[in-house]
Nanobody, 125 residues
Framework: VQLQASGGGLVQAGGSLRLSCAAS????????MAWFRQAPGKEREFVAG????????SYADAVKGRFTISRDNAKDMVYLQMNSLEPEDTAVYHC???????????????????WGQGTQVTVSS
């Protein structure tokens, strides 16, 4: 499966952005999906994940209550709605895919087989 992330940009603190991840090559409903991010000088970290059917979602503590992950399997799309953005959210955001079943391992970068290119999110103070 090929993944294409988009929707990044420059936004002021307190603003919102919606990231999109388009899957091609095999239907996204075959995969659990996640968003990771990597800030300059830091390791890539888990942001949010969603099971293949949308029944299970998981969030990093830093974004819980502000970010929402969702998916539309009919369109082979996964989304990350980001509200109340903070300068600390500045990073390159990547989407990733892994065959089910969902487990707590889905929060680990090493679990994911397929990765899209990143999209830059910059939050100004």
């Amino acid at each position: 499966v090929q993944l294409q992330a988009s929707g990044g940009g420059l936004v002021q603190a307190g603003g919102s952005l919606r990231l999109s991840c388009a899957a091609s090559g095999r239907t996204s409903s075959s995969y659990d999906m996640a968003w990771f991010r990597q800030a300059p000088g830091k390791e890539r970290e888990f942001v949010a994940g969603i099971s293949w059917n949308g029944a299970i979602t998981s969030y990093a503590d830093a974004v819980k209550g502000r970010f929402t992950i969702s998916r539309d399997n009919a369109k082979d799309m996964v989304y990350l709605q980001m509200n109340s953005l903070e300068p600390e959210d500045t990073a390159v955001y990547h989407c990733a895919a892994d065959p089910p079943p969902w487990s707590e391992r889905q929060r680990l970068e090493t679990t994911y087989v397929y990765w899209g290119q990143g999209t830059q999110v910059t939050v100004s103070s």
